[in-house]
């Protein structure tokens, strides 16, 4: 079995979750960890080893690149393996990841595609997950955080039909996994989880999302006209968004590593609070914000820049 997930990825601080990271500050302090797992190039348009700036063809140079590392000596997959849109990582969109037919390749090749949706589903990307927004197909999806809006602690794990069925119509007992958590399946956090997606349907907060997170990623993009500092701006599908900061556009050259923190502060100072990863600062505000409170962040964060 073999794992292939993005460089920019993050998908936890378990084993598991730290094997597949591939962001290195979230796996050295636990090496080692599992085998058979293998990271290819985030395609990040702003920054990238192919230099290449169109989305779309990015999306594809990525598994090209993996194939040709895979005649070099990197087995080939078998499944399960992982993509993911990148949060904590830096809030890299998913339409730089994945296209839609981005599936049936991977079935092809006997991939199976894990999508990790701890942050996004249930309404952050302006629909219900982040796969149904694109029209992409996981064959297993991995939830948490907004499920119960964090409340409570509860995670759930979706898999598709085909999955399902390998486990359901075997005969044979091959297909059981004795493995299991004293808490799984806890009473409280499935009641939790049921009332608070009923609330969720109820506001119809992926709409919100929507609509406000086209407001912020909008605002982000005037203050990049602003603000030399920053070097780019990610988002525009839902409250998920993200500031890349630079010494010098032109060279894309980093910023010295305390002045995120020093714009946190300033941000913090005029009322906001924000958070920065590296030299990004992320956007990932309560689905029920209103339009009132997206001005006042875009203000806060405009004072922030404008102090330093």
Request: net charge positive.
């Amino acid at each position: 079995m073999k794992f292939i997930s993005l460089k920019k990825g993050y998908h936890g601080t378990h084993m598991g979750g730290a094997s597949v990271n591939g962001n290195a500050n979230f796996r050295t302090a636990y090496e080692p960890l599992l085998p058979g797992c293998y990271h290819i190039p985030a395609p990040y348009t702003y920054r990238n080893p192919f230099n290449e700036t169109d989305p779309a063809r990015l999306a594809m140079l990525v598994p090209q690149h993996w194939r040709t590392r895979s005649r070099f000596g990197v087995p080939a997959p078998s499944p399960p393996s992982s993509w993911s849109r990148s949060g904590a990582g830096g809030g890299y969109p998913a339409t730089q990841i994945l296209p839609a037919e981005g599936p049936r390749d991977l079935r092809q090749e006997w991939i199976l595609l894990i999508t990790d949706e701890v942050i996004t589903a249930y309404g952050r990307t302006g629909a219900w997950s982040g796969s149904r927004l694109w029209g992409v197909k996981p064959d297993m999806m991995c939830t948490a955080k907004a499920i119960t809006n964090g409340y409570f602690p509860f995670g759930a794990v979706m898999l598709s039909q085909d999955v399902t069925d390998v486990f359901e119509n075997d005969k044979t007992g091959a297909a059981a996994i004795g493995h299991g958590y004293t808490y799984s399946g806890h009473p409280v956090g499935a009641a939790a989880a049921i009332a608070c997606l009923a609330e969720t349907k109820r506001l119809d907060v992926a709409a919100n999302a929507a609509a406000r997170g086209t407001q912020l990623f909008n605002g982000i993009e005037k203050l990049m006209k602003k603000h030399e500092l920053i070097g780019d701006v990610r988002g525009g599908h839902g409250l998920m968004a993200a500031i890349e900061l630079v010494s010098d556009r032109r060279t894309k050259a980093p910023v010295a590593k305390e002045l995120p923190m020093a714009l946190q502060e300033a941000v913090y100072k005029n009322g906001v609070m924000v958070r920065v990863s590296g030299p990004n600062m992320i956007f990932s505000p309560p689905l029920i914000i209103t339009e009132d409170e997206v001005n006042q962040v875009l203000a806060a964060v405009d004072a922030g820049f404008a102090s330093l």
